[in-house]
């Protein structure tokens, strides 16, 4: 299949194949090469848009947490009090719409190596802000952290234990870590 040289979407097909090249391969294992392959473009593609391997990681996963914040946030539209927020983190830790295994494996990949990359790690540290922003309408600072964590490790959780809790369990967990805040004002 030819492609024109404008293609205008090739961009971000080749951001869509970094993403699925590391959820397939990891990170160590990702060449210009495979991602190329991956997205369908000349392997010239590569260095045309993006100034080296760090460059593109960098935007990929940029690109991939926008999207991840997106849906994150679709969890509490319509959302107008503590409760609702409460309900929506619930949900939002015990469905699976999320912590599909392509994201999990992205946020394992992003996890790892941001501590190697301060282009990453400032990824990481913008994408929590976002997730804070978001319960921060609801919550203080303090319980916002707190309930950020809390659903950062249930995610994980959920999906890696052998007996997940139940979604009454999840709730009452995240109705306690709320109501700390309320009986410290």
């Not at 010239?44 to 760090?54: A, H, L, Q, R, V």
């Not at 990824?123 to 978001?134: L, N």
């Amino acid at each position: 299949m030819s492609r024109s040289p404008n293609d205008p979407q090739r961009r971000e097909k080749i951001l869509q194949a970094t993403l699925d090249t590391i959820a397939e391969h990891g990170i160590h294992a990702v060449t210009h090469r495979k991602i190329a392959s991956c997205a369908g473009v000349p392997l010239g593609s590569m260095t045309y848009y993006f100034d080296g391997k760090e460059s593109l990681l960098e935007e990929a996963f940029t690109w991939f947490t926008q999207q991840m914040s997106q849906q994150y946030r679709q969890f509490f539209a319509g959302v107008t009090g503590p409760e609702m927020a409460c309900e929506s983190i619930t949900t939002l830790i015990h469905s699976s719409s999320v912590t599909t295994a392509h994201n999990m494996e992205l946020m394992y990949q992003l996890y790892a190596f941001m501590n190697r990359s301060a282009a990453l790690k400032s990824v990481m540290q913008e994408w929590m802000k976002m997730s804070q922003m978001t319960l921060g309408q609801w919550f203080d600072p303090v319980t916002t952290r707190a309930l950020d964590a809390f659903i950062e490790g249930m995610t994980l959780h959920f999906v890696t234990d052998r007996e997940p809790l139940s979604r009454e369990e999840i709730r009452a967990m995240v109705g306690r870590i709320a109501a700390s805040s309320s009986s410290e004002s």
